[in-house]
């Protein structure tokens, strides 16, 4: 069986020797760092196995469906970092490096087995990132997201060799599934439709429909709406336009529609969600 996962914040971080707190196969939109510290463990990653060894740092997009089968009599540890690639993108990615999204977006999954210094490096830094994450306030969360940063560049650097060993696209299905995503992107606040998108890839929409749900898990108009209601988090937090400027700029025709839509995934109207949003700012200060 399998569900998506909703992770609302920019970040979630967390450090789990539990068998209990493996979650079923899933996916989701945040790209994750898995790192495995000990146990039994075999990850099955779509229709991947890896049984993992302390010091394996996996690299996921998200979007392929993953779940970790734990053997419960080995105690287990590991340490988990999910984040916004959206807010990532505009908020942190600096103009001197190279896009540091590429080996999640072109390894889509891919496991570093990690020794030595390497692998000493990595656990510091993931200690860091947990015991910042774990403070309140607002320069710990600056300096959560400078060592994010870090460990990004980081992580590049680590994925060179896998980089230049793989094609971009393994596949002409995923070819054409990243041609619909990359279109979403520069489109998904205007009015979206299959006849659009087959006329603009020349491919039959229908093909597209069912090729997009087979690689990502995702119907194109869910990953669509995904979307739109990423930007809106975005445009709550850092904007003062108003909330239904904010609606319009996005995606939505109607004002309804656009609280309907922002409550059903993040439980909140977009109005308590920027209150929140500002509340929890100024606590922090």
Do not use: W
């Not at 779509?46 to 053997?71: C, F, K, Q, S």
């Not at 990595?122 to 940063?149: N, P």
């Not at 996005?250 to 309804?256: A, D, I, N």
């Amino acid at each position: 069986m399998s569900t998506q996962h909703r992770i609302s914040a920019p970040f979630t971080m967390g450090t789990s020797s539990d068998f209990n707190a493996q979650v079923q196969y899933h996916t989701h939109f945040h790209y994750e760092i898995y790192y495995f510290h000990g146990g039994k463990v075999n990850y099955l990653i779509n229709d991947r196995i890896y049984v993992l060894e302390p010091g394996d740092l996996l690299l996921m997009h998200g979007m392929t469906l993953h779940r970790a089968h734990i053997d419960p009599s080995v105690e287990y540890h590991r340490s988990t970092l999910h984040f916004d690639p959206f807010y990532f993108k505009q908020f942190i990615q600096p103009s001197f490096a190279t896009d540091l999204l590429e080996p999640f977006q072109k390894l889509h999954n891919v496991r570093l087995q990690l020794r030595g210094a390497e692998k000493a490096e990595v656990e510091a830094a993931l200690h860091r990132l947990g015991q910042l994450y774990s403070q309140q306030d607002t320069f710990s969360y600056q300096r959560f997201q400078a060592q994010l940063l870090d460990l990004l560049i980081l992580i590049n650097q680590l994925c060179q060799k896998p980089l230049k060993e793989k094609p971009i696209f393994p596949s002409s299905k995923e070819q054409h599934v990243q041609s619909v995503i990359s279109y979403l992107e520069c489109h998904f606040n205007e009015d979206i439709t299959l006849e659009g998108i087959q006329a603009e890839l020349h491919l039959s929409k229908y093909y597209l429909a069912k090729t997009f749900k087979e690689v990502t898990g995702f119907t194109i108009f869910q990953f669509l709406m995904q979307r739109r209601i990423y930007q809106a988090k975005i445009e709550l937090i850092d904007g003062v336009q108003p909330i239904t400027d904010v609606g319009y700029e996005v995606g939505f025709k109607h004002p309804s529609h656009f609280s309907r839509a922002f409550k059903l995934h993040t439980d909140f109207t977009p109005e308590q969600y920027r209150k929140q949003n500002q509340l929890r700012q100024n606590n922090a200060e």
